[in-house]
């Protein structure tokens, strides 16, 4: 059995779906009757020229945006739009396209607030520094440095993350939403301006959680390589509207995506 | 001539002469700084987790201090009025979430400011109409706080230090500690930081602002019981302590809006400057400065570091 048909088989029935939702700003029009899905297990791109309503996709995902029409099904459960904390209780994590960290604090307490949810003492405990919260600090930090390891990121444990650079930012970013354990990880361009080196790290690391944690992920990229290389099946917005849907060598070769992207009149 | 000489070296002269008093005076500053620094740990907390500035956060101090006493003088045992304090400054931290705050999300801060004014003229009505308008004395006794003070001989004179004023001094700093753990070492503090430095971000990994919004209101108003105590055992309750409030704008000034250690530090070179330049340097213009010197201190900070000792640094690009 090849590696591509270990893949296909790990994939399984649709988690997330998308159904006609509509989304406007006013009378700006930033999604139109965009429907899609997103499987178990799969690597799924969704790509568009700038402005094609990508990042208003994810944000409607995560419950940052309540679209006006249309259902979110997550899990044969049906939503009009939810709110961010539903979606991360629900297990949906996320990062940032301009990289979102609590920039005073340190590599591990950014890590460790992604365990937020995970953690179930109360304010009392807390509070008094009781023996049940100490135990419980202890057991999540476990977690947060086997994420750690993971993301190869040990030597800048203890640094703010201010000082940090670019792509080791968004790799704690990545490590912040790993530490919440979500089934679905949507990314907003984890490798927007990074050099290759970051890249190729990036996309390795990404195919990893994928790989060893069997999260589902949504991501958002303009790199066209990256996209062929990493994803399983590929959505492409333009306009706000679906435009195309496929194998990345479908898309690749649909005359419509081609179009979108060499700016041909509509 | 003369007025250098008695600006620049006469004062020290006298500290020189009387250590005994100098000592005397700093003590002084430093109770009031505990004070002043608690009261603008209250505003700190509010502003660092939700970008609001509590104009109600001295009237919190008032309205905390008046539930006390008046439960006690409507027969409830002083530890129990005590505890029944909290559970109503827990109710209020609530009630400005619910109808204050979360209505308010992503409005301007000046929207958000604006609204504390309205909290502070509510509370005052409430208070007047619960307790009436008149001024009461703290039941320090009830509550075990000691009273007296201890004469202390040194430096060829003594200095005399107010039991209660070390009692205020010690359950600040383990108030102040209880904080420094709750914020550096628990999910909850953590949670706060994150949302004072990213909503977003604290959204997507499932932190309830709401819950946090809570948190803080409800720790502010805890501290502004504490304060309530110390302060109105030492003159009494009454709702002219509301402009006590108005000493904590230079502590802040001083230490940063959003620095916990800035705003301790910040209490206490204030209450510290205010008492020895009364002492000191007031004399030279007939003397009352007390009341208006800490802004002159903070007046002066201002022109050398505008985001405070350990405020963040502003960096605009251009």
Redesign the interface.
């Known amino acids: 059995m090849t590696e591509t048909e270990a893949r296909a088989q790990r994939i399984g029935a649709p988690v997330l779906a998308v159904e006609e939702v509509s989304l406007t700003f006013g009378g700006v029009r930033a999604l139109s009757e965009v429907s899609f899905d997103v499987r178990e297990h799969e690597v799924r791109a969704i790509i568009g020229p700038n402005g094609a309503g990508k990042s208003s996709m994810l944000n409607v995902l ?1 419950g ?1 945006y309540q679209p006006q029409h249309g259902i979110i099904r997550f899990r044969g459960r049906e939503f009009r739009g939810m709110k ?2 539903a ?3 629900m297990g949906i ?2 990062t ?1 396209q301009n990289i ?6 340190t590599v591990l ?1 950014n890590i ?6 995970k ?1 179930r ?1 109360n ?1 009392l405990q ?2 008094f ?1 009781l023996p049940a ?1 100490r135990r ?2 202890i057991e999540h930090r476990r977690a947060v440095e086997e994420i750690i390891d993971f993301l190869e990121i040990q030597h800048i444990r203890r640094t703010p993350v201010g000082q940090l650079p670019y792509g080791l930012q968004k790799r704690v970013e990545l490590a ?2 790993l ?2 354990e979500p089934s679905v990880l949507l990314l907003d361009e984890p490798m927007a301006g990074m050099n290759l080196e970051e890249k190729q790290d990036m996309c390795r690391f990404v195919l990893d959680v994928n790989d060893h944690y069997g999260t589902t992920i949504v991501l958002i990229e303009h790199d066209m390589g990256v996209v062929m290389d990493i994803s399983d099946r590929v959505v492409v917005l333009d306009y706000g509207s679906k435009i195309a849907d496929g194998t990345p060598e479908a898309v690749r070769a649909d005359q419509a995506v081609i179009d979108a992207y060499l700016g041909v009149a509509h | 001539m003369h007025i250098l000489y008695s600006i620049f070296v006469d004062p020290f002269m006298q500290m020189a002469h009387a250590p005994d008093l100098l000592v005397q005076t700093l003590w002084d500053g430093l109770v009031s700084g505990v004070l002043y620094a608690l009261i603008a740990l209250g505003f700190v907390l509010i502003f660092k987790a939700s970008g609001v500035f509590n104009f109600a956060q001295g009237i919190m101090v008032v309205f905390a201090a008046l539930t006390l006493v008046g439960l006690n003088e409507h027969g409830v045992p002083a530890y129990l009025a005590l505890a029944l304090t909290v559970v109503v400054m827990l109710v209020l931290a609530i009630a400005v979430e619910r109808a204050i705050l979360r209505p308010l999300v992503n409005q301007p801060e000046i929207i958000l400011f604006m609204a504390t004014f309205g909290l502070t003229y509510v509370l005052i009505g409430l208070g007047e109409l619960i307790f009436g308008g008149d001024p009461k004395v703290m039941i320090s006794d009830q509550l075990g706080l000691p009273s007296g003070s201890y004469r202390i001989n040194m430096l060829g004179g003594y200095v005399q230090l107010q039991k209660i004023d070390i009692a205020a001094a010690i359950i600040a700093s383990l108030m102040v500690a209880g904080l420094g753990i709750v914020f550096n070492r628990t999910r909850i503090g953590r949670a706060l930081r994150a949302v004072a430095d990213s909503h977003r971000a604290a959204l997507s990994v499932g932190i309830s602002l709401e819950q946090i919004w809570v948190v803080v209101w409800f720790a502010a108003g805890v501290v502004a019981l504490a304060t309530g105590i110390m302060w109105g055992a030492r003159s009494n309750v009454s709702f002219a302590l509301e402009i006590i409030a108005l000493k904590a704008l230079p502590v802040l000034i001083l230490g940063g809006f959003t620095s916990i250690p800035g705003a301790i530090v910040g209490g206490l070179i204030i209450g510290v400057g205010e008492k020895m330049g009364e002492f000191y340097w007031g004399p030279l213009v007939g003397g009352g400065i007390e009341s208006w010197f800490a802004y002159v201190i903070a007046l002066v900070f201002l022109l050398f570091r505008p985001q405070g000792l350990f405020g963040e640094r502003i960096i605009e690009r251009l």
């Open positions: 995560n940052f961010p904390h979606a991360a209780t994590g996320r940032f979102a960290l609590f920039r005073g604090m307490d460790m607030v992604g365990r937020n949810l953690m003492g304010l807390e509070a520094w919260a419980e600090e912040r939403a530490a919440m």
